[in-house]
Every structure is written in structure tokens, then in C-alpha cells.
């Protein structure tokens, strides 16, 4: 089974900046497409952005503006995801997520769930 852990979650002011990581382990993870969900309070759980091997990118809105940016590292098994100018609607728990599939927007098709991370930033 290939393993997931986030972190670098915390509190961050609106307009500030934050990054978290994503730690996996396991089997083949150069063939894992990674990709980074989000579920705000009340919300469902939406994607972020991906990365592949070859760091091939699917890109939600927000990484779409620029203020989010995926990128992984295979030598170091990690994914990161960059944010600035955090804003209040950014507050959710950040997840990574895994497949040996192709790359997906949609959280069905991934098989491997980290536990997640928060991320608040304050208003």
C-alpha cells in the first residue's frame, strides 16, 4: 500500500502564505499521479491540483490564478503545495491523494487518502 502524510498545516493571516507537504511511501511512487484536495467547513471535498511523475499538472481555480502552486520532488517522495495570498474562504482541510491511474479531478478515482491537514486563516 503506498502511505500519505500532510503537513505543514497551521494559522495564517489573510494575504499571508503557507506550504504543505505531502510524505509518501510505498511501492512505485514515480508512477503514483498525486493531487491535492480541500474540504471547507460544510462543504464537500474539491480538488486542488495534481502532479504526475513528469510533473504533468491539472490545475483547479486556484493554481489557475496563480495563487496556489503543485509541484513534486522524487528524489524526496514529497509533493508540495505552495499557497499565497491566503484568503478566509482558503480555511479547509488540505488532503493528498494517490492513484497508479491517469491523471483525475475527481476524488473517486484515487486510491490512496492521506489524513489531511488544516489550514485556517484568520479574517
Known amino acids: 500500500q503506498v502511505q500519505l502524510v500532510e503537513s505543514g498545516g497551521g494559522l495564517a493571516q489573510t494575504g499571508g502564505s503557507l506550504s504543505l507537504t505531502c510524505t509518501a511511501s510505498g511501492p512505485s511512487f514515480n508512477n503514483q499521479v498525486l493531487a491535492w484536495f480541500r474540504r471547507a467547513p460544510g462543504k464537500e471535498r474539491i480538488f486542488v491540483g495534481s502532479?504526475?511523475?513528469?510533473?504533468?499538472?491539472?490545475t483547479g481555480s486556484e493554481t489557475s490564478k496563480g495563487r496556489f502552486t503543485v509541484s513534486r520532488d522524487n528524489a524526496r517522495t514529497t509533493m508540495t503545495l505552495r499557497m499565497t495570498k491566503l484568503e478566509p474562504e482558503d480555511t479547509a482541510i488540505y488532503y493528498c491523494?494517490?492513484?497508479?491511474?491517469?491523471?483525475?479531478?475527481?476524488?473517486?478515482?484515487?486510491?490512496?487518502w492521506g489524513q489531511g491537514t488544516q489550514v485556517t486563516v484568520s479574517s
Open positions: 491523494a494517490a492513484t497508479s491511474g491517469i491523471s483525475s479531478t475527481r476524488e473517486v478515482d484515487y486510491e490512496y
Open positions: 502532479t504526475t511523475w513528469n510533473d504533468h499538472r491539472i
